[in-house]
């Protein structure tokens, strides 16, 4: 079926440094996409979104990019801090998806001094 | 404002026993959503609510799971004769509307049966 799934599981990185989170989903009717972040133990928190008429989106610290050519999605987090150290999803809220959300398997970021 | 909120925040329950859930989401926000998350793993959606219409129930594993929600307001997950397959996270979300809108997600429940 469906499926939206992340190129790497673990993302160690210098503090100060800038993240690549990669994620690549295969449902081309996709037209909405979302980056939450989740702390341990708590809920996904919303990041930052794009929907699939735009490229590129930035935010604070944050930006989203998308290819829709190769169906691929990344978030770069720039001068990362020990603050972002958490789990990042991807999800996507295709056309005939209904309204729910797929999500990926999730990046683990750890943030080193 | 006030967030998504769920209780309780830990449930720890024999196999066998029912469990009920629960999830007050955002003021003012028609839609509602339910997932559950394993161990390391992602989020599966469970069950969606959009005001009155009839619940999107396709993601329940089984006929044990069902979920209410009252009006515009609170919902319940209910989880009958829980087995340990079950333990897991779960998950609220809301969002002002439906479709390509954002969901913001409570805490969650942990739950674990022994």
């Known amino acids: 079926g469906e499926s939206v799934g992340l190129h790497l599981p673990t993302l160690s990185v210098q503090e100060g440094d800038n993240s690549i989170i990669n994620c690549a989903y295969s449902n081309s009717a996709s037209d909405y996409f979302i980056w939450y972040k989740q702390e341990s133990g708590k809920g996904p928190q919303f990041i930052i979104d794009?929907?699939?008429?735009?490229d590129k989106r930035q935010g604070q610290r944050v930006t989203v990019l998308l290819n829709k050519t190769v169906k691929h999605l990344s978030l770069q987090i720039a001068a990362t801090q020990p603050g972002d150290s958490a789990v990042y999803f991807c999800a996507e809220n295709g056309r005939g998806a209904g309204n729910k959300l797929t999500f990926g398997g999730g990046t683990r970021v750890l943030v080193k001094p | 404002g006030a967030g998504v909120s769920q209780s309780p925040s830990n449930k720890v329950t024999e196999k066998g026993k029912d469990v009920e859930l629960r999830c007050d989401p955002i003021?003012?926000?028609?839609?509602l959503y339910w997932y559950r998350q394993r161990l390391g793993q992602g989020l599966e959606f469970l069950i969606y609510f959009q005001g009155n219409s009839a619940p999107d129930k396709s993601g329940l594993p089984s006929d044990r799971f069902s979920a209410e929600r009252t009006g515009e307001s609170v919902s319940t997950l209910t989880i009958q004769r829980t087995q340990q397959e079950d333990s897991a996270v779960y998950l609220c979300a809301s969002s002002s509307t439906s479709g390509s809108d954002t969901q913001y997600f409570g805490p969650g429940t942990r739950l674990t049966v022994l």
């Open positions: 794009i929907r699939s008429n735009m």
């Open positions: 003021s003012g926000h028609t839609a």
